[in-house]
């Protein structure tokens, strides 16, 4: 072969890599600037605008405040003015501005999957009611306030019926209510003051009744401000999600936990010398037998009825996971505790709420019947997938394929439904008119936050268009005339245009309001609200004004009506242990997808489930002897079978079960839905037997039998949980209650030390300083956030709100599977106990904002340094993507983006203007928000300020301002009067790995706990954590009860 | 590929290398990529910059460009005739206010440029006189008959003149509050506020609105560290406030 010199080489290479180069153009193309044509009034552009609204997520409609930029919904928060939710929202509402944005959603009406217009569809129900009007069914979900009213007025007009169900519904616990009080309605639940707290299994700070105002209350209740810290305590079978805030957890077997409350009210009643019918009711208890039958000790019964007759507590009955046959007659158990403890009136508050207010199994059992049977004309689904959640059995397929025609009131049409199902979509609550009547003290008020982005009509606009198309009449609301005068305004003044426009009066004489004459929906509310919230409140302001301010306030405040609450109940409870064959099978509800409806959204498919660690599918929870007997770990799936049908998933090994159960999570395995719903998990409905219970005539989920062996495939989910154990760690430390309450000031000193180094003392001796180097100067600000562990419910809401702020987008399955989770804040999950004492600690972990920081010294090009207000500063545009730093960081809170992650079209939409998006090759990480630090310093300054207050910042990064429980503040360490600064000066501080003297600027407060460490001496985090994950071999040793394993487990 | 007349095999050779190697990184590159522009993706990633794609024709900038001209837009506004003196018709030019128009500037962190109706609340009396940019405002604008009022939902499609990248964050009214409209200046004293044309340039003279700075980050810093107005702003203060203005975070998003 020839020589090639020099030259010729040289000339092949440059040439063959200058090809590669080409490519890269440094120009971008001239962008567009596009004013408006004529300018909305009240929006200046660049200025983001805030709507008050209301959530839809879920039943509980808890308040909301829209944030918009330039006419688009780009994010989502709680409403302060709203008492349920005090300015936090769960995870589920952050997620819901992306069924706004959802790329799949239908865009329009359509026939049998072909797009139509609403006027033809109209009509064309329209005429199929008018043929058959008593034919018309209603089967939707829970519906509150003007919507309820108007679909109950559309029934009665055409002569049909209505069924409103929620799958994992509360019908139990408003039977119980019936049954003992006489009133139907289901108790609120005021935590704030309870001094011990029971829970018979019910997820009350997950997804159960009113979440997100129970994480209020138990923020307060845990918080030492109305004394000492409440005590929980968790009396289920299956230790669920809530319950791992317990502090004691007794095990019980499935079914019998009606006994313990039974005893419980039998011991409380002794105690308390109670007299009267609750007396009377439980004085035929024998509380030893009924311990005995559920597998606790009468002592351990005791000591929790001491307690409960000696303050406030709260007690809640059972959940979904738990609920046998007998669940109302749990509920009602827990109902007669409660009276005997005093708590009615207090923290329980019958009737003061309108939730649970559903018909049961039955009701949608003789719907389907009939339409079976060909006796239904018109068949509406309202917002459920009754094909998904119902057993197998129920046949909702058949039944609905019989009904002469159905129209699916939903964005996407759910599985199970007749190709030639007619599906009007009604968009989402953002771009919708409606209200909320779910508190009895409260009337919250939904408004559009943005122009509906597709050609769709919500539920209430829908039907008002059907009723006028049939020719349907009903009874309006009339307004009251107050001064008789012919003037609907109790001000005398004549606002006449105002009121007719606003609320649909027709001042010609008939003032009605509130029926089909509505112009539409819009004016439907208003005009019911003129009736039953502006008459009845005797303001002098006219219509308009107070409208208006109702708008802005997101709702009103009312006179709750009183409730009944003597104690008069017409039969007793009855205990039933659930017997089943083989191993009992447990559905409980997916944390952040409830019971399905939102595996529709990424976000909430993509942030692990706080227990399991999982995310993207389905996965049963097996005990740890069990994974044993059948040879399974974590790396296995396994296959769950009885006569209805088989089930393969991915195994979770947990402390939490028991041997003769599994537990498999509802939310995932759909076959409909959008592109992040469809084809994850598996769906365990199809395995229930489907029986109903006697009292209530619901599906019971719990008593179902069911093999479980090994799974031939690999678990194939992703699982993001790390390490379950803290290997004795300091990480999330605990301190005890004792301690805590009776030091509050920190008198002993700290009550959270990790692992102590000590000082060398030569150090100080040659008067040096410990440090090599010196504090950052921090001038104005030194910016810290201050979690409490102890108030920490694991719920996820911030994680979900991170993701929503910042535009982080969703990897996937896969990409997760490879560590390329993107979410900037992880919430950690150590289970450092065993049997009684789970203590399961809940961690979020972000980016700590050191002072000393590992990450900024190896930045070869300087893209991440130390701000002055004390701020870790990335800057993408400089960073190289060496990942030098995200290798250095102890706490691994930095994310590498190796690829540049898009948007599908539609969910660019809500992309937050105010943040970056990143491209492939930088890192990316917490900042505190950066965004909303700088708005609020440039708002105050243009007030004239010279620095911001504590109270701006005590809630202004996402994560702070979305946490229910009100575990997070921010704000100035260097401000001594700061809330922040008080708490960082806490006993119970402390800092997230303090060995490596990394200053931290955020400071966790640690979690407190009921039982007293092995080490005493100790004090804290290091003994607890050593003492727990060990204690339970050497319990017996110290006759410690609380760690040891007695008959329960 | 040039390759000099008297090249021997082996350079052929390795040429063919070398464009395989290129093809076959180029390949591997692309393996982990799901189409980021399918609609129904999921998960849309690549490897590749969120840079658009190039598009033939198309008016192109590049950073640190001085004096971009951007010719290309939808009508011809003349500045000087309404910010400036240009006389014309034989009356001067009207010497308006920039924020007349340009109102976001001190009530927003984006100045913006003036929605067509405020335009329109003087030329709605005013003759076209064959002149082609008031003919296409009007176009733009579809006044309803016997009003004011525009009526149309086209806006006109400015081209930007001053624009900066994604990733950094610019707040006009923090720099028009620089400019301490409520302070009066004392007689014979300089005026040390920021005016617009500082960083504009003599907008009033121009024409066709260009741009005369390169937006680069030193240009920012230059006034961020040493402009007269932190001074007088800030008093005591404004050695913080310097350090403040230099750090990334207050630009970088």
Redesign the interface.
Known sequence: ????NRR??F???G??SA??LVAC???????????????PDEL????PMFYSSICDSCSVSCGTVVRTREGRAVNVQGNPDNPSSTGSLCASGQASLQDTYD?DRAQGPKDGGVDTDWASVISKISAAISNNPSGVRWLGRYRTGSLNKLIGQFMDATGGSSVHWEPHGYTSIVEASKIAFGNAVAPRYDIATAKTIVSFGAQFLTNWLAPLHHSNGWGEARGMENGPIAEFYAIESRLSHSSARADTWYSTTPGTEVDVAMALAKLVADKKHTTGALATYVSGVDAEANAAAAGISLDKLNNLADKLASGTSVIFPGGVANGGGNRTDLALATLVLNGICGNIGTTVHPGATSLGQVDSYSSVASVLDSAKNGGVSVLFIDGLDPAFNLPGAANFSESAAGAEMVVVLDNSMPEGMPDNAILLPPGSWIESWGDSTNRSDFMGLQQPAMRKLYDTNSVGDVVLAIAKAANLTTTPLVAEDPEADGDPNANGTDESGEVAVVSGVDLNGTKAIADFTATDYQHYVAGRWYDEAYLPSGTSESFGDWWNNALVRGGVAVAASPVATDFNPSTTPVSAGVTVDGTALMLFPHSHLGDGRHANK?WLQEVPDPMSGYSWGTWAEISVARAEELDVDESNTVTISNANGEITVGVRVSKGMRDDAVAVVVGNGHTSGN??SAGYGANPANLIDLNTDSRTGDIVWLGTSVTVSKGADDNPLTNLKGNEDQDGRPVARVSYSEDVMNNPHGETGSLATGIIIPKDPRIEAAGLEYDMYPEPEH??YRFGLAIDLDKCTGCGACEVACLSENNI????PE?ARNNRYMGWIRLDRFWEGEGENPDVRFIPVMCQHCSHAPCEGVCPVMAT?H???G?N?M???RCVGTRYCANNCPYSARRFNY???????SYNLMLNP????R??GVIEKC?FC??RI?DVK?TW??AGHEVVADSALQRLPACAETCGAGGMVFGNLKDPESRISKLAASPRAYQLFDILNTKPGVRYLSKVTFHEPVDPHHGGGHGGGHGDSHGEEHADDHGGDDHGSTGAH | ????NR?????KT??KI??F??CVI?TLACV?DVD?YS??????????????P??EG??????GDSEVE?DVQPLEFNHSIHAGVQAIDGTTGLDMDCQYCHS?AR???????????VCWNCHNSIDPAGREALTTLEE??EPLAGTT??Q?????????VH?L???V?F????HV?ANNPGVEVPEGEVDQRVQCQECHGEMQEQTVAHRESNLLMGWCLDCHESHESINENYGTEAE?RR??LK????C??
């Open positions: 072969m020839t020589k090639m010729d080489f000339k092949v290479v040439a063959s090809a590669g153009d440094p120009t971008v193309p001239a962008e567009n600037i596009f004013p408006y044509v004529v300018p200046v552009p660049g200025t790329p990424a592109r992040y001038p104005t987008p969703s990897v996937g990409q340094y701000n002055m207000d701020l500063a800057i993408y545009n690829h540049t992650f898009r948007w599908p079209e105010e943040v970056s998006t491209e492939m900042t950066i965004q700088r440039a300054s243009a | 590929m040039y390759l000099p090249a021997s095999s082996s350079a390795l040429s070398a464009l190697g290129v180029g982990d980021p609609p129904s993706e999921p998960f849309p990633r690549s490897l590749h910059s969120l840079a658009p190039v598009i198309e008016t192109r900038i590049a950073a951007i976001g009530r927003s962190p984006a100045a913006g440029v003036p929605p067509t109706q733009y604008c009022a525009c149309s939902e086209t806006p006109i499609p400015w081209r930007r624009d990248p994604d990733f964050t707040n006009h009214s923090m509050r913080l350090a403040e750090d990334c975070y207050t970088h998003k």
